[in-house]
């Protein structure tokens, strides 16, 4: 497995929640990073009600959760805002 990932709009969920945690625990041990899609997206545009897509559990600050799981490799796919560059590393 090359890795895993996530996108919390689509997917309906809060990266932030403790119920992840023993995922983001489980991807930490086994050494594989965790994509997510962060910031906003058109899918759902022009649709009623936006297809119910929530772009809240979109934004990157959800992703602080992992500030715990320090040997957990995250990618923030898209710029996105806000963000903590002072977080953040080139890779």
């Given at each position: 497995?090359?890795?895993?990932?996530?996108?919390?709009?689509l997917?309906?969920?809060?990266?932030?929640?403790?119920?992840?945690?023993p995922?983001?625990?489980a991807l930490?041990?086994?050494?594989v990073p965790?994509l997510?899609?962060?910031?906003?997206?058109?899918?759902?545009?022009?649709?009623?009600?936006?297809?119910g897509?929530?772009l809240?559990?979109s934004?990157?600050?959800?992703?602080?959760?992992?500030?715990?799981?320090?040997?957990?490799?995250?990618?923030?796919?898209?710029p996105?805002?806000p963000t903590?560059t002072?977080r953040?590393?080139?890779?």
């Open positions: 497995m090359a890795g895993f990932k996530f996108h919390p709009s997917q309906g969920f809060s990266p932030h929640a403790s119920a992840h945690y995922l983001w625990e930490e041990e086994l050494g965790a997510f899609h962060t910031g906003q997206n058109g899918v759902g545009a022009g649709l009623s009600g936006g297809r897509i929530m809240r559990y934004n990157p600050l959800m992703l602080d959760v992992t500030a715990g799981f320090p040997g957990l490799t995250m990618i923030l796919a898209h996105s805002m903590d002072r953040c590393r080139r890779i």
